[in-house]
């Protein structure tokens, strides 16, 4: 009988150490990527273009869609980014030109932590400026 006692203990025993390994691996797990849309509109009054949201989060791995919703061409410039930014070529997306044309970039290693702001070339002077801040994911700010 006492040997059954210590069998079971140490299975019982060995049967929660793998929960709960099996628990921190989960936790651990890194958040499914999200694609973040942000609309180009154009809209009455006195700043008739804008970005919509025009402040939002992104995570690395979230991919940026900018949608064309406007009757006039816009664009997305990165115009300011945090240190560390390595944006290259993208810093400056293409025009788009009709309703429903998207822009897309993913959110990678060329993108530092921190607020970046965003400008449409030809309408920054009339307000045309959206803010992003990125964070790290969640996998890379739970080692911390």
């Given at each position: 009988m006492r040997r059954s006692?210590?069998?079971?203990?140490?299975?019982?025993?060995?049967c929660l150490a793998l929960s709960?390994?099996?628990?921190q691996q989960t936790a651990a797990a890194p958040a499914p990527a999200h694609t973040i849309v942000v609309n180009l509109i154009e809209r009455p009054g006195p700043l008739?273009?804008?970005?919509?949201?025009q402040?939002?989060?992104a995570e690395r791995g979230?991919?940026?869609?900018?949608?064309q919703l406007a009757a006039t061409m816009h664009n997305v410039h990165f115009k300011v980014v945090?240190?560390?930014a390595n944006?290259?070529?993208a810093l400056s997306g293409p025009y788009l030109t009709t309703k429903g044309q998207a822009y897309s970039i993913v959110v990678d290693a060329r993108f530092a932590d921190g607020k970046y702001e965003i400008v449409c070339d030809p309408h920054e002077m009339i307000g045309m400026h959206a803010f992003l801040n990125v964070s790290g994911s969640a996998?890379?700010?739970?080692?911390?």
């Amino acid at each position: 009988m006492r040997r059954s006692s210590v069998l079971s203990s140490v299975v019982l025993g060995g049967c929660l150490a793998l929960s709960a390994v099996g628990a921190q691996q989960t936790a651990a797990a890194p958040a499914p990527a999200h694609t973040i849309v942000v609309n180009l509109i154009e809209r009455p009054g006195p700043l008739p273009f804008g970005f919509d949201p025009q402040v939002f989060t992104a995570e690395r791995g979230d991919t940026l869609r900018f949608v064309q919703l406007a009757a006039t061409m816009h664009n997305v410039h990165f115009k300011v980014v945090p240190k560390g930014a390595n944006l290259g070529a993208a810093l400056s997306g293409p025009y788009l030109t009709t309703k429903g044309q998207a822009y897309s970039i993913v959110v990678d290693a060329r993108f530092a932590d921190g607020k970046y702001e965003i400008v449409c070339d030809p309408h920054e002077m009339i307000g045309m400026h959206a803010f992003l801040n990125v964070s790290g994911s969640a996998v890379m700010t739970a080692g911390k």
